[in-house]
């Protein structure tokens, strides 16, 4: 499956821009804290006051907002060098969503307060927020317009080559999601019902479009799912 060469650079950008900040702070004595989650674990919960700006540095953490009762709809799944949390320089912030650890992964978290200091004594950390910040907007995009079309098969072709360029890994040719994904969990990421996409999956199985092996998903032929995504 190719990879878009714009969004391999985004994620390129967004570890060395990551690095880049943590390093600023250490030099300027910014205190930040580690922590290493288990899978399942909450790094904060919906409602929460957003009091820091989050940094994953391994693992990977799913953001959601639950719906109807006991459903979610899953919002972003982060990698390693991602960033997180609502963190608002005016006013009270509140986390607008759940964000809970698929993976083991460690977190850095720098303390608003931190945040706020830094950015004030030293203009180079505001640049490197905002390009993070920017980025991570890049990547709110895409998502969105996974959700645009109405049709699950072509929400489902425009999501799996963006969760194969963020988790994928390259053998032969082909490209394998390295990631356990459930239809349940796939569903919450397109917006879709589990037995519409179980529907969608099994056609594209059929068609020899991927393969599913265990929960991942090796996309097989890159421009069949191309021609299903669209303009």
């Known amino acids: 499956m190719d990879v878009d060469p714009s969004l391999s650079e985004y994620t390129k950008l967004q570890e060395e821009e990551c690095r880049s900040l943590l390093r600023l702070m250490e030099e300027m004595g910014i205190a930040t804290a580690d922590r290493t989650y288990r899978p399942g674990d909450a790094v904060y919960r919906e ?6 700006l989050y940094v994953l540095v ?3 953490v799913k953001l959601f907002r639950p719906y ?5 709809a899953t919002l972003r799944l982060l990698r ?4 997180f949390g609502h963190l608002a320089f005016a006013g009270e912030a509140r986390q607008r969503a759940y964000a809970e650890a698929v993976t083991e992964c460690r977190v850095t978290k720098i303390p608003k307060v931190f945040v706020e200091r830094a950015v ?3 203009p180079r950390v505001a640049f490197k927020i905002m390009t993070l ?3 991570r907007l890049v990547q709110y995009e895409e998502l969105v317009k996974c959700l645009l079309p109405r049709e699950t098969e072509v929400r489902l072709a425009n999501l799996l080559p963006i969760l ?8 032969n040719g082909v490209v394998t999601i390295d990631l356990r994904l459930t239809h349940q969990d796939l569903a919450a990421m397109v917006a879709s019902t589990r037995e519409s996409v179980t529907k969608v999956l099994n056609d594209m199985r059929n068609r020899d479009l991927i393969v599913v092996d265990s929960g991942r998903i090796t996309l097989k032929d890159s421009r069949a799912l191309a021609k299903l995504s669209g303009p």
């Open 120 to 122: 004030r004594q030293e």
């Open 80 to 83: 390693s060098w991602d960033i």
């Open 164 to 171: 194969a360029q963020k988790f994928g890994e390259r053998n």
């Open 47 to 52: 409602g929460e006051y957003g009091d820091a």
């Open 133 to 135: 910040l920017e980025l």
């Open 68 to 72: 109807s009762g006991t459903k979610e």
């Open 58 to 60: 391994s693992g990977i």
